[in-house]
């Protein structure tokens, strides 16, 4: 099984970016897809962005054409780039591994979790 590690978190001001890591160890991470959620204080957890085995992305419509999902087997990592970041996306992400084919927009269908990291954009 996996273990999801996020990293590259932070404050940044609106406009700018960020790019999260989620190194996995352990597993053969060529064998899962992976998914990137997003918690804002209050708020329910909620789907960012997905990749399955194959490299097909999806994406929240909120982050459509300023995020970026991508994985490279070779390293265990898959990476978030944030462009035009919002004071709306801030919020801890958290990186989500599942062993099927297809990503989900789904929670409850991930069974691994990262910690999270915690990205604050100011206005």
């Known amino acids: 099984q996996v273990q999801p590690v996020e990293s590259g978190g932070g404050l940044v001001q609106a406009g700018g970016s960020l790019r999260l890591s989620c190194a996995a160890s352990k597993g053969t991470f060529s064998t899962y897809s992976m998914g990137w959620f997003r918690q804002a204080p209050g708020k329910e957890r909620e789907f960012v962005a997905g990749i399955n085995r194959s490299g097909t992305t999806g994406y929240a419509d909120s982050v459509k054409g300023r995020f970026t999902i991508a994985r490279d087997n070779t390293k265990n990592t898959v990476y978030l780039q944030m462009n035009s970041l919002k004071p709306e996306d801030t919020g801890v992400y958290y990186c989500?591994?599942?062993?099927?084919?297809?990503?989900?927009?789904?929670?409850?269908?991930?069974?691994?979790w990262g910690q999270g990291t915690q990205v604050t954009v100011s206005s």
């Open positions: 989500a591994a599942q062993p099927r084919a297809w990503y989900s927009s789904r929670s409850n269908d991930y069974d691994y």
